[in-house]
């Protein structure tokens, strides 16, 4: 593996927090432990620094499961969710640098109610892609009458969301949540986990399947697996996807022989076309 991608994977398993399955892990003493070129003074200054330009806001109209964003300009681009935690709706509001409140909100989902807030893994995820345009997945909720992996983005004129359309097309037994990336070059990425229609239903039959957009979210392929390899995938686990550079990852917790919950990254060159995956992680669940 390159020293980019390895970077990147380390990265993102520190960003993203793969879902329900995983325990906290006791975080060492900042005050104790120094790396070898490490003196404490500087160590104190870095750490004051940093603190410094942490800005805590609250999340617009008592909204929750906040995903948030900043562009190029030091755009501010926020969707939460409102409303019962099994069939609620998503809103977008942005804050432009410099500025102290936030726009007035966007409705995300174009039929009410059809989101869901179900655990912590199963909210609305964003992404910003060619042209600062937002892109937002998520997970029907049952109102929609069958499992989905909705997506809708951002008109061109920045005022609304298009209608909202179901990629789910040959999977099913959608748990949980769904991730989307999108890049400077058109390019947009849908993912989830599920099982093929028709197929016995497990975990270790579980697989990540991705659908493709090279034309900004105007359309799509049918979700394509996006791996070969056996190695099932946790339902209740989300998974994280990232696009740029030519290049689109995505991170997920697997699971076989029922204890094994490992971190696997995919990786792919050709557009999503073909992912390579790399073991990034062992894990297994205590008996």
């Not at 989902?109 to 909210?123: L, Y």
């Not at 004129?157 to 058109?186: H, K, P, W, Y």
């Not at 239903?201 to 034309?215: F, I, K, L």
């Not at 392929?221 to 791996?227: D, G, I, L, N, Y």
């Amino acid at each position: 593996m390159s020293r980019t991608v390895r970077i990147l994977s380390l990265a993102l398993v520190v960003v993203i927090g793969l879902g329900g399955c995983n325990k906290p892990t006791p975080q060492p003493d900042p005050t104790t432990t120094r790396g070898p070129l490490e003196s404490q003074p500087d160590r104190d200054k870095s750490a004051s620094e940093s603190r410094s330009k942490v800005t805590v806001l609250t999340v617009p109209n008592d909204g929750i499961q906040p995903q948030v964003l900043t562009d190029a300009k030091g755009t501010l681009h926020l969707i939460y969710y409102k409303g019962d935690a099994g069939a609620g709706d998503l809103f977008y509001v942005r804050r432009e640098a410099g500025q102290e409140r936030f726009s007035d909100p966007i409705q995300v989902n174009s039929r009410p109610r059809s989101a869901i807030a179900m655990g912590s893994v199963r909210g609305g995820q964003i992404a910003l892609g060619k042209g600062r345009r937002i892109h937002v997945a998520w997970n029907a909720s049952g109102k929609e009458g069958k499992d989905g992996v909705l997506y809708a983005r951002l008109n061109d004129s920045g005022s609304a969301f298009e209608e909202q359309r179901n990629l789910l097309q040959t999977t099913s037994i959608m748990d949980g949540g769904c991730t989307v990336a999108a890049d400077d070059a058109g390019n947009v990425y849908v993912a989830w986990h599920a099982v093929k229609i028709g197929d016995e239903p497990g975990e270790m039959r579980r697989r990540v399947w991705v659908a493709r957009s090279t034309d900004e979210g105007k359309t799509f392929t049918e979700e394509a697996a996006a791996w070969a390899k056996p190695t099932g995938v946790c339902p209740c686990c989300s998974m994280r996807a990232f696009a740029g550079q030519g290049t689109v990852y995505a991170l997920y917790r697997s699971a076989t022989d029922g204890v094994d919950r490992d971190i696997y990254l995919l990786a792919s060159t050709d557009q999503g076309k073909n992912f390579q995956g790399t073991l990034i992680h062992n894990w297994k669940v205590p008996g």
